[in-house]
């Protein structure tokens, strides 16, 4: 067993320093989770990682990556009503996809008990917009327990099953990025394994499950009762925390990982105001708010990204007349990015200068860091893909991006997708570009996993209307941005072995007529078959494929006998044109201030898929 799944299932009191999502593993596995679904997404992955280190013959539960966010709430929920304890997990814009069952679920009586752990990402880390989901959880009616740290996450997951399960509704566990991530040392006591129960609880008489017409008024109303229940019991639960400074005017309420970078800030201010930390944000504890308010004249509401505390404090004020003066956001910048302690010094210096003098400016850097952007890993086949691709676009053509690796097509030097939205949408997006439309043709990009995600509706779509575009399907075999997950096309899921759902024939199963396939290597060809596709004036499909070169260097690195092996550049040959590093843009290139190229050999991984960008042939084959 791995030292990780032993220390997941050790049955005996001990302490670890874990980061949150391990933490959170831990949690399932006390509480008794039966059932767990996910779709890969920044920052949770490594809640799954720490699940695949406990081995299949001693896991206590089962788990899946579902083929999106939809169906692994769905899964859960199913599993639920069955009357075994379940959860889903995905990050933030995850639940955009689930949100069509998500936001029905506080409706319904779910007798097994089902949280909901969704990955927050306050900075856009990993994801493309700062999207505050705690909006969601009000337009569904499902409470919200926010944890600041792993030992929270360990705590928080514990109490949500427990409330879950006796209340009959789902639970939000709200982390955020550097929840997910962070380290500390947690307590666990001992644990005693149960035997499964496989005994199928589902009973009509528990529902109504279906929200028709006739149904939907009443399951509201008890949705609503629940909400005003779990506002009682927020207020006596003691999930929040008071810490009494002394201070006779000024208090802060804040909540999650703000709450940490309030305690960092606290240390150097000659005063410290009184702190209330919410452990769950919605419903909030309207009594205990009052009650801190009026303990207070001047009240500062911290919370990153919308303003749901601060507008929900307000109104408490108002409607129960406190005079305390509320301050909230002071400007844009208080709505984008996270609350580091640096920046909550300075929002509390803005707002009470006489607590928290402005400190004394730092010294300036000498030289400022070279930036760093993103960029595809050594081999990548979508580098490949993007240096020919772009030798059989017209200047005035129109090229559609997706998320996943090949999104970084868009960054310099290849500047190969000019518009981007969710996953899935980009045949949608390009069949809108293509209606009045007769000069520019319209390319789009999917990746594999993001086909069988969310990117067959948008095709379906493009062959029922008859829209005259190109897709560029991006085939590496894996979920590659978040880790190398497997996908239905990978033929292997979590747990088992299984047949592959071949890209190809649902295509044609689909009824696509013009099909091209090719290895992202062979640049000239790929250039080619693109041309090809656009001169055809329907629909078609270009299939890009080339496996993932990191998993696949990482999964030979392990096999006995493994020798790496290194591209080199005859400095004779080389006449310095420089299209492998301005056009073909691989990291393993290095240019001097003379313009000599050289090849970094803690990068290059051998792979050769350069030599045939080089006019001058310079760049040789491996040894």
């Not at 868009?410 to 439309?437: E, H, I, T, W």
């Not at 629909?539 to 006995?560: D, E, G, N, T």
């Amino acid at each position: 067993m791995k030292p990780m799944g032993d220390m997941l299932l050790r049955q005996e009191a001990f302490s670890e320093i874990v980061m949150g999502n391990t933490a959170l593993v831990r949690a399932m596995v006390e509480a008794g989770t039966r059932v767990i679904a996910s779709y890969p997404g920044s920052p949770t992955p490594e809640i799954a990682q720490a699940i695949s280190s406990i081995p299949d013959d001693r896991r206590p539960f089962y788990f899946e990556f579902s083929t999106n966010e939809k169906v692994a709430t769905e899964v859960a929920y199913g599993t639920a009503v069955n009357g075994h304890l379940s959860t889903v997990f995905f990050k933030s814009v995850g639940l955009n996809v689930a949100s069509d069952t998500f936001v029905q679920l506080g409706l319904m009586n779910i007798i097994g008990g089902m949280i909901i752990v969704l990955g927050d990402d306050p900075g856009a880390n990993s994801s493309q917009n700062e999207q505050d989901n705690r909006h969601y959880a009000r337009l569904s009616y499902i409470p919200v327990l926010e944890p600041a740290s792993p030992d929270e996450v360990y705590s928080f997951y514990r109490l949500a099953v427990s409330l879950s399960k006796d209340r009959g509704m789902p639970v939000i566990l709200r982390l955020t990025t550097h929840v997910c991530h962070a380290k500390q040392r947690v307590s666990f006591p001992a644990w005693t394994p149960k035997e499964p129960d496989r005994t199928s609880r589902f009973d009509p008489a528990n529902g109504p499950y279906v929200p028709i017409a006739a149904e939907v008024f009443p399951m509201k109303h008890r949705a609503l009762q629940r909400i005003s229940e779990m506002a009682a019991w927020s207020n006596a639960s003691g999930i929040h925390t008071h810490i009494q400074n002394g201070h006779p005017t000024h208090g802060i309420i804040t909540a999650g990982l703000p709450f940490l970078s309030v305690m960092d800030a606290m240390e150097t201010a000659p005063e410290k105001p009184d702190i209330l930390k919410l452990g769950m944000i919605y419903p909030l504890p309207n009594q205990l708010i009052a009650d801190f308010l009026q303990a207070h004249s001047r009240v500062k509401v911290l919370e990153e990204l919308d303003d749901i505390l601060e507008k929900d404090i307000r109104a408490l004020a108002h409607d129960k007349q406190i005079p305390t003066r509320i301050t909230g956001k002071c400007d844009v910048e208080d709505w984008i990015g996270e609350y580091t302690p640096d920046r909550v010094y300075d929002m509390l210096a803005k707002t009470w200068p006489e607590l928290f003098p402005p400190k004394a400016a730092a010294r300036p850097v000498s030289s400022a860091l070279p930036p760093r952007p993103p960029q595809m890993c050594p081999g990548c086949g979508h580098r490949s893909a993007f240096h020919a691709i772009k030798k059989a676009l017209g200047q005035s053509d129109i090229t559609v991006a997706d998320i996943g690796c090949h999104t970084l097509g868009y960054l310099p030097p290849y500047r190969v997708g000019q518009l981007l939205m969710c996953m899935g949408a980009s045949p949608g997006m390009a069949a809108g570009l293509s209606l009045f439309n007769d000069s520019r043709n319209v390319i789009c990009f999917l990746g594999d996993s993001t086909f069988f995600h969310a990117g067959i509706p948008g095709i379906i779509n493009a062959l029922f209307n008859r829209h005259n575009i190109s897709l560029v399907l991006m085939e590496n075999g894996a979920t590659a941005m978040t880790g190398h997950q497997d996908h239905a096309g990978s033929g292997k899921n979590f747990n088992e072995v299984v047949d592959r759902i071949p890209i190809r024939r649902v295509l044609e199963g689909l009824g696509v007529k013009h099909i091209f396939e090719i290895d992202t290597y062979k640049q000239a060809g790929l250039t080619d078959l693109i041309r090809q596709a656009v001169d055809i004036k329907e629909f078609s499909v270009v299939i890009a494929r080339h496996p993932c070169m990191l998993k696949f260097i990482r999964q030979q690195r392990k096999k006995p006998g493994y020798i790496s092996r290194k591209v080199s550049i005859d400095q004779n040959r080389c006449q310095r044109i420089h299209d492998c590093v301005e056009r073909f843009g691989c990291p393993t290139f290095t240019r001097d201030s003379n313009g000599r190229v050289d090849i970094n050999a803690d990068l290059c991984i051998g792979d050769g898929s350069c030599i045939q960008t080089c006019p001058a042939d310079a760049i040789l084959k491996p040894a």
